[in-house]
């Protein structure tokens, strides 16, 4: 852990506080997200309580960042954790 007062700390309001993947979803539409999702393919997904309040979905996209998207455009898996380090591991 960094010491306190560093540029690593967060507290619970901070919108870039680290989170942890829970899951894997597959998108199931792109409608007006064409050129960011690709319809078929596995995304890991944040927790974010509030973001599922309001009907969002929170996606790691191939370059680490992640974003939050329509939920109805996804689909969550309930995968084996062997199956889920294997994806981590590849992508």
Wanted: hydrophobic content about 40%; glycine content about 6%.
């Amino acid at each position: 852990m960094e010491p306190r007062g560093s540029i690593r700390e967060y507290n619970e309001n901070d919108l870039t506080m680290p989170a942890k993947e829970k899951g894997f979803a597959v998108c199931l539409r792109n409608r007006g997200f064409v050129a960011s999702l690709e319809v078929r393919k596995l995304y890991p997904f944040i927790d974010d309580p509030d973001a599922e309040a309001n009907h969002l979905i929170r996606v790691v996209d191939e370059s680490g960042e992640d974003y939050l998207y329509p939920a109805r455009l996804f689909r969550k898996l309930a995968l084996p954790g062997d199956i889920q380090r294997a994806l981590r591991m590849a992508s």
